[in-house]
């Protein structure tokens, strides 16, 4: 099953399907996402997680109040978030640092590895294991996963990793519902925006019957 450009407007009027149709059916394909069940479940999680295709970096502009709302273990006082507020590079490079295969906070990796794509692959560690699933040079190339190619292919890759595919199917006696439910936990890490994504599902089933 192929997804065409009235489908993908009615899913997403945001999304331009002259950038992101033949990018989002080839990455779909490659990772047999192809039932009306995982498409529907899939396209869902993208149009949440990317403003329907629109925002395919990290936004971290973030005003010193938010910043301790969002890290308030590294952020406790304002004071301490005044030099990392409205400072991207500086507070990616900070919250980033020594995770998930990134260096110190003067490498710039944090940075450099920061929020990409459509569900957001964070961390060198992130970007090495999609870039081995790929055959990609994305260690090397980060900034490519902001295109629409790399994007919809690393979004399908994660959503294959995480067994999703499954998930998503229609199984007898099987609740959907909460079946979308724990993929959308497994997506995002909690059920933020929970009710947008279900929206965009239900649109999504349409579209495709």
């Known amino acids: 099953m192929k997804l065409n450009a009235i489908q993908l407007k009615a899913i997403m009027p945001k999304c331009l399907p002259e950038q992101w149709l033949e990018p989002l059916n080839v990455a779909m394909a490659q990772f047999e996402i192809n039932t ?3 498409m529907a479940a899939f396209l869902a999680q993208v149009a949440h997680e990317s403003a329907e295709t629109t925002v395919l970096t990290e936004n971290l502009n973030y ?11 590294r ?3 304002l004071a301490a978030a005044q030099p990392y507020a409205k400072n991207p590079e500086k507070l990616a490079n900070r919250v980033y640092a020594g995770r ?24 060198k560690d992130n970007y090495r294991l999609a870039a081995t699933a790929l055959h990609l040079p994305l260690v090397e190339m980060p900034e490519t996963v902001a295109t629409p190619a790399v994007a919809a292919l690393t979004a399908a890759h994660f959503w294959s990793r995480l067994g999703l595919n499954v998930l998503a199917d229609h199984q007898v006696g ?17 059920k933020v925006g929970l009710s947008e994504r279900k929206k965009y599902w239900q649109k999504a089933k349409l579209a495709l019957a």
């Not at 295969?101 to 990409?116: K, L, Q």
């Open 36 to 38: 009306s069940s995982r």
């Open 75 to 77: 952020f406790p006082t």
């Open 63 to 73: 005003s010193a109040l938010r910043l301790t709302q969002v890290w308030p273990a």
């Open 174 to 190: 099987d609740d959907d519902d909460k079946d979308f439910e724990k993929i959308s936990i497994r997506i995002n890490g909690g």
């Open 100 to 123: 998930g295969g990134n260096s110190n906070e003067a490498s710039g990796d944090g940075w450099r590895y920061r929020g990409r794509g459509l569900f957001q692959l964070t961390t």
